[in-house]
């Protein structure tokens, strides 16, 4: 019962009492599976400090190592948010070819 209220927050007596052994493993692997989560995500963090503040040397200064914070961090490119606007400026880019050609206009820059 201390490990339903340690780990898992319960604290219906009634609740753990009917907890199966199976439940009780299943929930016990759980919670040590979210835990090695939370150190990888701790260690994670202090990876991601450390190559906040990494620096290089550049006419005789130390600088950032990094331009920007995108650059250090690119969130649309980890999402895949710069493929699908890549691809709708693609998809956006024929049909004005298609336009031009159907206008007679040729295919003119965009």
Known sequence: ????????????FAAMNKMTLYEHRIRMEAHRLSMADKERDIHWQAWTNQRAKATKKSDKKI???F???IEFFDYEELTGEKKRRAERERQRRIEVLKLQEERGEGYGEL
């Open 1 to 12: 019962m201390i490990n339903c209220i340690r780990y898992f927050g319960m604290t219906d």
């Open 63 to 65: 600088v950032s190592a």
């Open 67 to 69: 331009k920007n914070f």
